[in-house]
């Protein structure tokens, strides 16, 4: 099947990405946590690296990127966010982030709407951002549905891993989509779970539709890998005690694959959070009590939870743009300079952005880092990708480069300079 796709590619003229590209000369950043390395070359071939670092030789034939004077990384990992699911925010039509009256909340699959020439994909792409991680918000229900990860890629097929997670809302919007309070949200995930137990024992005889029945047909299948260990199940909570609660959900489910996301005030249990092997994605400019389970919200957060052990990714929290997370990163090293406050490294704050968001969601042999055998998406930048001066100048996915255009560069070309009689009929003198 491969070999038919490779033929197919060729035969319309599309590169099938079976060149081997050397990028030499610049500053190159793996995204592992280590420190950047200056003079680096790294080597891609079919669509994957093929090695990274300093003194690599440049294989024969290969095409030569010259980087000199610039830093190459792995293109950011986005999450968890909606990119692909909305143009515009208040335009119904265009919005697929909730679905408010439907009878399915655990069973829909963001990746049948996926967008992959939508306006913002373009806009994030410029900004080096190579792979998302996408959910839609809970509505009708704890429960949001089952995630993707896609990439930016200018192509038709954005999806990398289709059902890549299940998202479910508890704290304060979990007991408020519950009916009102923490214990009608853990009431229902626990009889959600024991609907989807009893559909595995018996499909056949599942009633999805009775009286008494919180889930669908759809919904009970879609929770089984839950269950079972195959399909992580991302809790957004914030609050301490709301995480200590979460955290006890792997001993009455041993094979729960648990990932917290928000856990604003998890630097406060960072070590039961480590001694539970839970993963984590937090917001890393969140320092305000912006809600009352939030009151402990700090920016130290991110590194108190790394010094204690835990992997822990930047969470894109809807502030501007997903390309933003290279200003929170920064943040984050710049915070690590204030006396009493706990940021992180460079190449760890890289590595939020990049390697670690791909850890958490177990896609780490695959993306977000420039180890060898994982997907080629590299980013050339004109300089150090976390200080808000520096821009890609180039951008691969998959090996393949990337177009840098968007509406937002076509705008912002279109009125730089406007000369008489260039403007649209609407902008008369």
Request: aromatic content about 4%; cysteine-free.
């Given at each position: 099947?491969k070999?038919?796709?490779?033929?197919?590619?060729?035969?319309?003229?599309?590169?099938?990405?079976?060149?081997?590209?050397?990028?030499?000369?610049?500053?190159?950043?793996?995204?592992d946590?280590?420190?950047?390395?200056?003079?680096?070359t790294?080597?891609?071939?079919?669509?994957?690296?093929?090695?990274?670092?300093?003194?690599?030789?440049?294989?024969?034939?290969?095409?030569t990127?010259?980087?000199?004077?610039k830093?190459?990384?792995?293109?950011?990992?986005?999450?968890?966010?909606?990119?692909?699911?909305?143009?515009?925010g208040?335009?119904?039509?265009?919005?697929?982030?909730?679905?408010?009256?439907?009878?399915?909340?655990?069973?829909?699959?963001?990746?049948?709407?996926?967008?992959?020439?939508?306006?913002?994909?373009?806009?994030?792409?410029?900004?080096?951002?190579?792979?998302?991680?996408?959910?839609?918000?809970?509505?009708?229900?704890?429960?949001?549905?089952?995630?993707?990860?896609?990439?930016?890629?200018?192509?038709?097929?954005?999806?990398?891993?289709?059902?890549?997670?299940?998202?479910?809302?508890?704290?304060?919007?979990?007991?408020?989509?519950?009916?009102?309070?923490?214990?009608?949200?853990?009431?229902?995930?626990?009889?959600?779970?024991?609907?989807?137990?009893?559909?595995?024992?018996?499909?056949?005889?599942?009633?999805?539709?009775s009286?008494?029945?919180?889930?669908?047909?759809?919904?009970?299948?879609?929770?089984?890998?839950?269950?079972?260990?195959?399909?992580?199940?991302?809790?957004?909570?914030?609050?301490?005690?709301?995480?200590?609660?979460?955290?006890?959900?792997?001993?009455?489910?041993?094979?729960?694959?648990?990932?917290?996301?928000?856990?604003?005030?998890?630097?406060?249990?960072?070590?039961?959070?480590a001694a539970?092997r839970?993963?984590?994605?937090?917001?890393?400019?969140?320092?305000?009590?912006?809600?009352?389970?939030?009151?402990?919200?700090?920016?130290?957060?991110?590194?108190?939870?790394?010094?204690?052990?835990?992997?822990?990714?930047?969470?894109?929290?809807?502030?501007?743009?997903?390309?933003?997370l290279?200003?929170?990163?920064?943040?984050l090293?710049?915070?690590?300079?204030?006396?009493?406050?706990?940021?992180?490294?460079?190449?760890?704050?890289?590595?939020?952005?990049?390697?670690?968001?791909?850890?958490?969601?177990?896609?780490?042999?695959?993306?977000?880092?420039?180890?060898?055998?994982?997907?080629?998406?590299?980013?050339?930048?004109?300089?150090?990708?976390?200080?808000?001066?520096?821009?890609?100048?180039?951008?691969?996915i998959?090996?393949?480069?990337q177009?840098?255009?968007?509406?937002?560069?076509?705008?912002?070309?279109?009125?730089?300079?406007?000369?008489e009689?260039?403007?649209?009929?609407?902008?008369?003198?």
């Amino acid at each position: 099947m491969k070999a038919l796709l490779l033929a197919a590619a060729a035969l319309l003229g599309a590169p099938a990405a079976a060149q081997t590209i050397a990028i030499t000369g610049g500053t190159v950043a793996i995204g592992d946590g280590s420190a950047p390395i200056p003079g680096g070359t790294v080597v891609l071939r079919d669509g994957r690296i093929v090695a990274a670092g300093r003194g690599i030789a440049v294989p024969a034939g290969a095409e030569t990127i010259d980087a000199t004077g610039k830093w190459v990384t792995p293109g950011i990992v986005a999450g968890i966010g909606s990119l692909g699911l909305v143009d515009a925010g208040g335009v119904g039509e265009s919005n697929d982030t909730r679905a408010r009256t439907t009878p399915f909340n655990a069973a829909l699959d963001v990746s049948t709407a996926i967008n992959p020439n939508g306006v913002i994909i373009g806009n994030e792409r410029a900004g080096g951002v190579t792979r998302a991680i996408v959910s839609e918000d809970a509505a009708g229900s704890i429960f949001a549905g089952q995630g993707a990860i896609i990439d930016l890629g200018d192509d038709a097929d954005p999806v990398t891993r289709p059902r890549a997670f299940q998202y479910v809302e508890l704290g304060e919007a979990g007991a408020e989509r519950a009916g009102g309070s923490r214990p009608a949200a853990y009431a229902l995930l626990f009889d959600a779970f024991a609907q989807a137990a009893d559909y595995r024992r018996n499909p056949a005889g599942f009633d999805g539709r009775s009286r008494d029945a919180l889930l669908t047909r759809a919904d009970a299948q879609a929770l089984l890998p839950v269950l079972d260990g195959a399909m992580p199940l991302v809790v957004h909570v914030e609050r301490a005690s709301d995480i200590r609660q979460v955290l006890t959900l792997t001993r009455r489910y041993p094979r729960l694959k648990l990932v917290l996301a928000g856990a604003g005030e998890g630097w406060l249990v960072a070590r039961e959070i480590a001694a539970a092997r839970v993963p984590v994605m937090a917001s890393a400019i969140a320092d305000l009590p912006a809600s009352f389970e939030q009151l402990a919200a700090t920016e130290s957060n991110i590194g108190r939870l790394q010094r204690a052990g835990v992997t822990v990714g930047v969470l894109f929290d809807g502030s501007g743009g997903e390309h933003n997370l290279t200003q929170f990163a920064g943040n984050l090293v710049a915070i690590n300079k204030i006396p009493g406050a706990a940021g992180l490294e460079w190449g760890q704050a890289l590595a939020a952005i990049t390697s670690r968001p791909a850890e958490v969601m177990g896609m780490g042999a695959e993306i977000g880092s420039l180890r060898p055998g994982r997907r080629a998406d590299v980013v050339i930048w004109d300089g150090d990708p976390l200080e808000l001066s520096s821009i890609p100048v180039r951008v691969l996915i998959d090996g393949r480069a990337q177009p840098l255009r968007s509406r937002q560069t076509r705008l912002r070309d279109r009125y730089l300079t406007p000369e008489e009689g260039a403007l649209p009929k609407a902008y008369t003198r």
